[in-house]
């Protein structure tokens, strides 16, 4: 079901990529340069000796310290899992980098995207298991960032597309 064959891949003529295009610096380098740079911010806040009590320099590190924890679980959960999404007649094309596979839009069950968020993450859920798991997530191209509570015009395609599959592969 999960076509990997690269002579089924589409050209760029055929496809449209409907995922952010700097997947590479949103994924690995600006994720890194955070961690890296807050880590050591951490690190010259803990042995700083210009704190004026004890107690104020254990509490500021222990701040620092459960910082630290939270953005290496962001970036874990949200920065790590992104991929580069083409959309083609049939389904999509899913790639992380390493791994790229074809979702037919059959096998969607569900696309959300969480309106609360500052970087509109658009999660697609699978019927079956995907070498990606049930479901991949990834940044739209274009995203309406200052219309708060409103889908992004990929999410309201992508619905479209699932639903019309539904009703063409529909018996009755």
Request: net charge positive; proline share 5%.
């Given at each position: ?138 940044l739209p191209a ?31």
């Amino acid at each position: 079901m999960w076509n990997s064959l690269k002579s089924d891949h589409p050209s760029s003529v055929d496809s449209t990529l409907i995922s952010a295009r700097w997947l590479l610096l949103d994924k690995f380098v600006t994720p890194t340069l955070w961690l890296v740079g807050f880590w050591i911010w951490t690190i010259v806040k803990h042995f700083d000796p210009c704190f004026r009590s004890l107690d104020q320099a254990t509490r500021l590190q222990c701040f620092y310290w459960v910082l630290l924890v939270l953005l290496v679980v962001r970036l874990d959960r949200y920065h790590l899992p992104l991929k580069q999404v083409r959309m083609v007649r049939d389904g999509l094309w899913v790639s992380n980098s390493r791994t790229e596979i074809h979702v037919p839009f059959s096998a969607i069950a569900s696309v959300f995207q969480p309106l609360w968020f500052a970087r509109r993450y658009v999660v697609v859920r699978l019927r079956d298991d995907s070498p990606f798991g049930r479901r991949f997530t990834f940044l739209p191209a274009e995203s309406n960032k200052l219309l708060f509570f409103c889908v992004d015009d990929v999410v309201t395609a992508l619905r479209r597309a699932v639903k019309s599959e539904r009703v063409d592969s529909d018996p009755a």
